[in-house]
């Protein structure tokens, strides 16, 4: 089947940008990418895109207008459509059975029923969402009630990419997984869509699986990656107090080949949107197959990481003496990694809460999330200031807590911040980024994560 049309519902993160590679790598195509939110089309058709990712910009400039097209929801999208993508958010649930553990479908069964009496039979639907397992079937399901005999294949086909490096990873992706139903038209599907793929990446990174292995090993390499970051800052209160190193530990068995260098670096967290919604979804979803002990284990990845975010924010507090009400911090970081403006579920932000709590006075600096930090912190008590000179947030601070490691952190003048902050002027280094020998030699008391404090001799 000759690919011609793609339609996308949902132009977040992933629908947005996973579409704008598509119609890069393929000029041939017609991209359009649908959303119920205008201002976020809009943003995507402006200079002022919605998501900050190295290269899309550039992607963006290339292809849109030409192949690539950001438009409000509406139904004349759909009917020329050969293929049509799910990239809709699946949010924890808020409310009801499951609040709080379950992903929230509701986006993707409006998307079904929106595009059902608009789709002409045959068009392929791709499940690029991260869903729970057999979420394809329910959505082939509601697409079936049709009562004309149209016939529309569902692929699940997860998306791996990390913010930061989404063009990277959508360019160079290490796979690409393609679940189809075990039948021709399902296999049939799944070889237009590797069709579409093969155009940049090799054909043996390409591989098919049935639909609920698709599925479920999308939530399983995000609760694999999780687990190895909640496992290492498992080690960490350990290395604080027996003088080991951390960074040392994860080296050495980052050499083992069977264990990898990978997500093995200690630190004040996990954030991100995923994350903790993708564990506490597959924690959920052993629970309701009566598999207790499956969902305890998986759903204590989440509690190290709760723990660890805690751990560090309690540390802030014990070494300013018990207390920083009135004390300006300077908060070095709120995205929840680098190389992005995203702060969904930033550990930052439960730190930034916990010391306001505290009434300590926070002077927040990102290069690129400030706006964003700006609506998460929106309507609290207490004194904020988002500050997006690192000097100027510093200055007549008591410490400095380092959350997000930022490239540019490591390009500043500490001993000028030194000179400019109250004494004594504490380090809290939440990512082990700053070599915390030269921040001790400038004066600085130095806490890094899983290493001895260095303080003054
Ligand atoms: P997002 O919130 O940034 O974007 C989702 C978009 O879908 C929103 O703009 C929303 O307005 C739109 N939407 C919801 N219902 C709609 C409807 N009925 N019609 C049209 N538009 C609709 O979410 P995201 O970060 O892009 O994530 C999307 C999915 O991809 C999630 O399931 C997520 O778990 C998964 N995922 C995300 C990442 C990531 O790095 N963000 C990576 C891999 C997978
Ligand atoms: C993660 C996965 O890496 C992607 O493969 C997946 O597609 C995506 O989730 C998703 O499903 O949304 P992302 O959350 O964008 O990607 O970013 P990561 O690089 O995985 O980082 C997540 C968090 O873990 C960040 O807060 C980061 O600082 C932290 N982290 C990462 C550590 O604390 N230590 C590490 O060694 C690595």
Request: glycine share 6%; net charge negative; charged share 25%.
């Amino acid at each position: 089947m000759k690919i011609r049309k793609i339609v996308c519902i949902g132009a977040g993160y992933v629908g947005g940008t996973t579409m704008a590679v598509i119609a890069d790598k393929c000029p041939d195509i017609k991209m359009v990418v649908l959303d119920i939110n205008p201002r976020r089309i809009a943003e995507w058709n402006s200079d002022a895109l919605p998501v900050f990712e190295p290269g899309l910009k550039e992607i963006i400039a290339r292809c849109r207008g030409r192949n690539l097209f950001y438009e409000d929801a509406h139904p004349e999208a759909i009917p020329d459509a050969d293929m049509v993508f799910f990239s809709v958010n699946t949010p924890t649930k808020e409310f009801g059975e499951g609040a709080g553990m379950a992903s929230d479908l509701q986006y993707n069964e409006q998307s079904a029923r929106f595009i059902l009496p608009h789709l002409k039979d045959g068009a392929i639907i791709v499940e690029k969402s991260t869903v729970p397992v057999q979420t394809a079937e329910a959505i082939s399901r509601i697409l079936h009630h049709n009562n004309d005999g149209r016939h529309f294949p569902v692929l699940s086909n997860p998306e791996f990419l990390a913010e930061g490096t989404a063009i990277q990873d959508l360019e160079d992706p290490d796979r690409v997984l393609i679940g189809c139903e075990e039948n021709e038209a399902g296999r049939a599907a799944a070889r237009a869509l590797a069709e579409i793929y093969r155009r940049w990446v090799p054909e043996e990174r390409i591989i098919f699986s049935n639909v609920w292995s698709a599925e479920l090993s999308k939530l399983t390499a995000n609760a694999f990656l999780a687990q190895r970051i909640s496992s290492i800052n498992a080690m960490t209160a350990l290395c604080e107090v027996t003088n080991a190193s951390v960074t040392e530990i994860s080296q050495a068995i980052g050499m083992d080949s069977r264990i990898g260098s990978k997500f093995l670096e200690a630190g004040v967290g996990f954030g991100g949107s995923c994350f903790r919604k993708d564990i506490l979804n597959l924690s959920y979803i052993c629970q309701q197959q009566g598999l207790p002990e499956e969902a305890a284990y998986w759903k204590s990845v989440v509690g190290m990481n709760d723990y660890q975010i805690n751990r560090f924010t309690r540390n802030v507090i014990d070494r300013q003496f018990n207390t920083v009400t009135g004390k300006k911090l300077a908060v070095f970081g709120f995205a929840f990694k680098p190389g992005t403006n995203d702060t969904r579920d930033s550990p930052a932000r439960y730190v930034c809460l916990k010391l306001l709590e505290e009434r300590a006075h926070l002077a927040i600096t990102d290069p690129e999330a400030l706006e964003n930090a700006q609506r998460d912190l929106q309507g609290l008590t207490g004194k904020v200031e988002f500050e997006p000179d690192p000097y100027k947030a510093a200055a007549g601070a008591h410490a400095i807590v380092l959350i997000t490691h930022w490239d540019a952190y490591r390009k500043l003048d500490y001993r000028r911040i030194f000179a400019t902050m109250e004494k004594p002027a504490s380090f809290f280094d939440g990512r082990n980024w700053i070599d915390p020998h030269t921040l001790h030699e400038i004066g600085f008391h130095v806490y890094p994560i899983g290493k001895s404090p260095l303080l003054p001799d």
